[in-house]
């Protein structure tokens, strides 16, 4: 709950620097305001505003968080700061570990790879459902409640 807050404070404050509450890039279309700087109608994600300026569009990120691990993974950046922001909502022990816990440095290790899952996920497929959904819907106003009749897919199951 107190996470949910928080990030909720976060877009909050970024839809207010960004002076909209639907920032995209104005390149690629990217969407998710940890990715996004500048404000409307100029925002622009940090990918794309790398390219821009010849720097290169991928950066190490440390899964487990900086006090827990030197390791570091290749990953691009507007994905590197997606996945920095989901740290913040890890318990601050874990993400700071202050004594070194063997323990804590695992649970961030744990955390870390759950948050890059769960960005492949959704980065991939997670826009998926939505578009089913809704071509669901357009099928039923054309063709009828039961349109996969009508398209002769009455065997195809999910």
Known sequence: MKDDI?????????????GTRNPRCQ????????ALQGSYPDITCYECSARLVGRS????HHPAGRHN??????????????LS????????RTLRNPDGSPLLAAAATI?????????????????IPVLL????EGLRTTYGDRWWESLNLDGVKA
């Open 69 to 82: 691990s030197h390791a570091t993974v290749p990953i691009p950046v507007n994905d590197h700061r997606v």
């Open 111 to 127: 955390r870390g790879w759950l948050d890059v899952l769960w960005l492949i996920v959704q980065r991939t497929v997670g826009h």
């Open 6 to 18: 928080a990030r909720q404070i976060r877009d909050e404050a970024a839809y207010e620097r960004f």
């Open 85 to 92: 922001d989901m740290q913040r909502d890890w318990p601050e």
């Open 133 to 136: 959904e809704s071509l669901d």
């Open 27 to 34: 390149h690629c279309g990217e969407s998710d305001r940890s």
């Open 57 to 60: 569009p991928i950066e190490g």
